[in-house]
């Protein structure tokens, strides 16, 4: 009676960026139905008024190796909202953080931001943003993100619908209900299915090792240091 059970799902299938980097074949018909997974799982959320707040692609995960079913983990940070809500408390992970997080006030249109991010990262293989933390994060404030040469190789439709989803500002970003509608989305199955740059795929492999890396480092962080260093550590990231 004084014992508590968790009993979760096993997610045997592995993380997405694992199962992209191991293909063969990666096209933009591949990345467009990997978003629409991953807008069918926020669209819910936002229509039952929860907030994510840390959309990542580490955050998707596989249900079985034989299946091509993505699942959102990690609701940390996930919040329920009234009607008209507006946080305040900066969370996330630094690459996908929306501008609006920032300055403490925003909706849960930053989670749409960080999706753009997402897709971005599917299409190019590098993160929108680049530099320190520091550098990072003066990027988003300003809200205008930069793009690389890979991403002027895609199809206008796929760079539109990346435009639409990093608008700096909130109110003019795509909804999930919008972006699940939007041509490249709705029309996935018709997208170009030409081999993209296979570089994309090596940057996607290099930023699972690093992000495997990445969390080994914090789960020692985890068990070394204090509460009151920890609680140090997020002022000093956000």
């Not at 299938?13 to 069918?40: C, H, I, N, S």
């Not at 959102?72 to 996330?92: H, P, R, S, W, Y």
């Not at 501008?99 to 930053?110: D, F, I």
């Not at 989670?111 to 990262?121: F, K, N, Q």
Request: aromatic letters at 10%; a neutral charge.
């Amino acid at each position: 009676s004084d014992m508590l059970y968790l009993i979760m799902e096993f997610m045997e299938g592995g993380e997405l960026y694992d199962r992209l980097a191991a293909a063969k074949k990666y096209t933009e018909e591949v990345a467009a139905d990997t978003a629409y997974q991953m807008l069918l799982a926020v669209a819910y959320l936002h229509a039952h008024k929860i907030a994510h707040r840390d959309l990542k692609l580490e955050n998707f995960l596989y249900a079985r190796k034989d299946s091509n079913c993505l699942k959102l983990i990690d609701f940390g940070f996930a919040k329920f909202l009234n009607e008209g809500t507006v946080m305040k408390q900066a969370c996330g992970s630094i690459h996908y953080v929306a501008p609006e997080v920032l300055k403490h006030s925003y909706t849960v249109q930053a989670d749409m931001w960080s999706l753009g991010v997402i897709a971005y990262m599917l299409l190019t293989g590098t993160p929108v943003f680049l530099g320190t933390d520091k550098e990072i994060l003066r990027q988003i404030k300003a809200g205008k993100p930069r793009f690389n040469s890979r991403f002027s190789n895609l199809s206008e439709i796929a760079k539109n619908f990346v435009r639409k989803l990093l608008v700096g500002d909130p109110d003019k970003r795509l909804t999930a209900a919008q972006a699940l509608e939007h041509p490249w989305i709705a029309g996935r199955h018709a997208v170009e299915s030409v081999q993209m740059d296979t570089g994309i795929l090596g940057c996607l492999r290099g930023y699972a090792q690093a992000s495997h890396f990445r969390r080994a480092v914090l789960c020692m962080m985890a068990w070394t240091l204090s509460v009151e260093e920890q609680e140090e550590l997020r002022k000093q990231f956000l």
